[in-house]
T-cell receptor, first 115, second 109 residues
């Protein structure tokens, strides 16, 4: 079946540094990708909708200058957490929507720990 | 108000039991509806889509009531492998997917 690859799976960084997370659709094209954040024992919270070739649409309360999203191709979207702080520690999951079927496929998630 | 509301549970049921989960959504313009399953520390996986006419997939039955903005999932003859968190998902016409908080199910031997 369709696969979404997310990298890195785990990342630990110092406070103040920036971290980039990649999301790739491996065998299908995705004009739209979504970025979610999930805190322990909570559900996925949509952060932003990433559209290929245009600016991302951010949900209310999500700082666009803090979470930079780039969707330069039909198979790749990146999320950069800039100047990360401990409160940014979370599980970040991307999903990609197949152009052909409309189905949503998820990456395996990236666990970010900011020290 | 949250886009999607779900009873978080937990639901602890014996093997073979029937269990039902409910979910409500706030935006009447919501386009499509899904149930996803998430195992601990894993990404969500699509369980089934939800159609207005109701749909069944083996032991799983999903129903949608647009008038009440209500979605349900029924699991019959629960198996140990059904233990997971079940997420109600609503797709908006802008393409965004919103998730409920998830309902935790543990099937007990």
């Amino acid at each position: 079946g369709a696969v979404v690859s997310q990298h890195p799976s785990w990342v630990i960084c110092k406070s103040g540094t920036s971290v980039k997370i990649e999301c790739r659709s491996l065998d299908f094209q995705a004009t739209t990708m979504f970025w979610y954040r999930q805190f322990p024992k909570q559900s996925l919270m949509l952060m932003a909708t990433s559209n290929e070739g245009s600016k991302a649409t951010y949900e209310q309360g999500v700082e666009k200058d803090k979470f930079l999203i780039n969707h330069a191709s039909l198979t790749l979207s990146t999320l950069t957490v800039t100047s990360a702080h401990p409160e940014d520690s979370s599980f970040y999951i991307c999903s990609a929507r197949s152009v052909n079927t409309g189905e949503l496929f998820f990456g395996e998630g990236s666990r970010l720990t900011v020290l | 108000r949250k886009e999607v509301e779900q009873d978080p549970g937990p639901f602890n049921v014996p093997e073979g039991a029937t269990v039902a989960f409910n979910c409500t959504y706030s935006n009447s313009a919501s386009q499509s509806f899904f149930w996803y399953r998430q195992d601990c520390r894993k990404e969500p996986k699509l369980l089934m889509s939800v159609y207005s006419s109701g749909n069944e997939d083996g032991r799983f039955t999903a129903q949608l009531n647009r008038a009440s903005q209500y979605i349900s999932l029924l699991i019959r003859d629960s198996k140990l492998s059904d233990s997971a968190t079940y997420l109600c998902v609503v797709n908006m016409d802008g393409g965004q997917f919103y998730f409920g908080t998830g309902t935790s199910l543990t099937v007990i031997p």
